[in-house]
């Protein structure tokens, strides 16, 4: 069952095959046969030597996903794509290092007796086979997945369950009863063509309801772009007193043997990165790089514009300081250009364009402000100054303003070389019991007094409670943390500062 959907991994898609039906019914023996027998075929000939395989061997047990380490967390990234984040991948170079994952894999599975079976899988066992392209081409990383489904049990083989059991039963019979409602609607949506009117959205495909169906993201999902092939192993137990589990478990295969899933085509267009070929990425890196321009044989060799989205940063950074004169904060600048071009393509700014745009000069309407009538609206704290007010900042002081303190100002836990603070409050309005990020009360000696006195005319506080302005994680880049706020004497101000808010990257930068 496996051989078909080696092509489609190796071609850069998603393969899967998972086992399901009544517990007992042979699906973990099955599915481990499998699994000690695919190292023949992926360490023969080309797969090991064009592909190099990462292995993560995983569980599913109600909405909780586990490794043989720690719990992780299950997302979904930019790309749509469903990512594993915090779980151990190992690097697998022979048969021999594959076949003792499994068995470690396996010794950690959770199995309890019940009234069907003595060693009852009491969880989803995932494994998942990354083959990554190490030669030079287009190809996209290939995916295999092994699914061994936990047994789904009737109400009658509950009797003696205890509490932890039924509790296990409960949350294993809702996950598979996403997977059939997933399975069902998937059917639907490809099965009765012609059906669906303008306007009108197709089958409700409810995979985003348990960690399960995340992980088949990529089965159930009408709009993925990637290739993938789905196989079916459907476990029946040979007993008459089965026959209504073994009836409905054939059901539900029967329905997918006869769905193939209609993926979207990504066309081109300029306005979106991960769908630009190699040809056109490298036009955009030409034009767009800056000064000096970075070298797009260097940066982009052959790798499309989702495979170079995909590059880790650091990475991304090292090869563009390949390129004589380019410089660190260059390099970096510029992979924050074309991520910021990639999440506006994500939120939808860019829709107007599609299909209209057909030439780079379309991308300045997205990556340029001020030639831009559909780019997000940038945030800046000018917003909040009176126009025509010439007076000096510090007697225009006013909450949201952000200004650059001196030397003498010591703040906890920074290390940033510009010391900027978002002032919040004058100090003296500050109730009692209220403390800064060290602890310290912030207005000990609070009174009603205070009040009075300092709103009397041409009186000026002289101590503001403020909120830290940290350095962010591009260049150039800043973040207040509402939540560190410190005491600063209106003589360590030394002036204003102007912040603009980008809501693509998350960071503010100085006007």
Not at 143 to 156: C, K, N, Q, V
Not at 238 to 246: C, E, G, I, V, Y
Not at 360 to 378: F, M
């Amino acid at each position: 069952m496996l051989e078909p959907l080696l092509p489609s991994v190796w071609g850069g898609g998603i393969g899967t095959l998972f086992a399901f039906g009544q517990t007992g019914s042979g699906k973990t023996h099955t599915i481990s046969e499998m699994e000690r027998l695919l190292p023949e075929t992926l360490f023969d000939g080309a797969w090991s030597t064009q592909r190099k395989l990462f292995v993560s061997m995983f569980e599913l047990a109600g909405n909780c996903a586990y490794d043989s380490r720690a719990p992780f967390s299950i997302l979904e990234d930019s790309f749509g794509d469903t990512q594993l984040v915090g779980a151990q991948e190992l690097a697998i170079n022979s048969k021999s290092e594959f076949l003792a994952l499994i068995e470690k894999a396996t010794s950690f599975r959770q199995t309890a007796g019940t009234e069907k079976n003595d060693g009852s899988s009491r969880s989803h066992a995932i494994c998942r086979i990354r083959a990554v392209n190490i030669s030079p081409g287009v190809s996209e990383d290939g995916t295999l997945y092994l699914i061994d489904l936990a047994g789904s049990e009737a109400a009658r083989d509950l009797a003696n369950h205890s509490a932890d059991r039924m509790k296990e039963t409960r949350e294993i019979n809702i996950s598979l009863s996403i997977l059939k409602d997933c399975i069902r609607g998937i059917a639907s949506s490809n099965n009765t063509p012609g059906t669906t009117q303008k306007g009108q959205k197709g089958p409700y495909i409810p995979f985003r309801q348990s960690t399960l169906t995340k992980v088949l993201k990529h089965v159930f999902d009408p709009s993925g772009t990637r290739n993938s092939k789905t196989a079916v192993l459907a476990c029946i137990n040979p007993s008459f007193l089965d026959t209504a589990a073994s009836k409905n478990t054939l059901r539900y295969a029967h329905m997918l043997c006869s769905t193939e899933v209609k993926y979207q085509v990504a066309e081109h267009n300029p306005a979106i990165p991960k769908t630009w070929s190699n040809k056109f990425l490298r036009s955009y890196i030409t034009k767009e790089s800056g000064s000096p321009v970075i070298s797009p044989s260097i940066l982009a060799p052959h790798e499309s514009g989702a495979q170079l989205l995909a590059i880790p940063v650091n990475k991304f950074v090292a090869r563009c300081l390949r390129t004589k004169g380019v410089t660190d904060n260059q390099a970096k600048a510029f992979h924050a250009k074309l991520w910021c071009l990639h999440i506006d393509s994500t939120r939808g700014s860019v829709a107007e364009h599609k299909g209209d745009v057909d030439s780079i000069d379309a991308i300045q309407q997205i990556t340029n402000p001020e030639k831009s009538v559909s780019t997000v609206t940038h945030i800046s704290t000018r917003d909040l100054v009176c126009e025509g007010d010439t007076r000096p900042f510090k007697d225009r002081i006013r909450p949201g303003m952000v200004v650059r303190c001196n030397a003498t100002a010591r703040f906890p836990g920074t290390s940033s070389q510009e010391k900027l603070v978002m002032i919040l409050c004058p100090q003296n309005v500050v109730g009692k019991n209220m403390k800064d990020s060290l602890g310290n009360e912030i207005n000990p000696s609070y009174c009603l007094s205070q009040h009075e006195e300092s709103e009397l005319p041409g009186s000026r506080f002289q101590r503001y409670l403020c909120a830290l302005v940290l350095s962010g994680g591009l260049p150039d880049s800043y973040e207040v943390s509402i939540w560190r706020q410190v005491v600063v004497d209106l003589s360590s101000m030394e002036t204003e500062v102007t912040l603009e808010y980008n809501p693509a990257t998350r960071y503010y930068h100085i006007c």
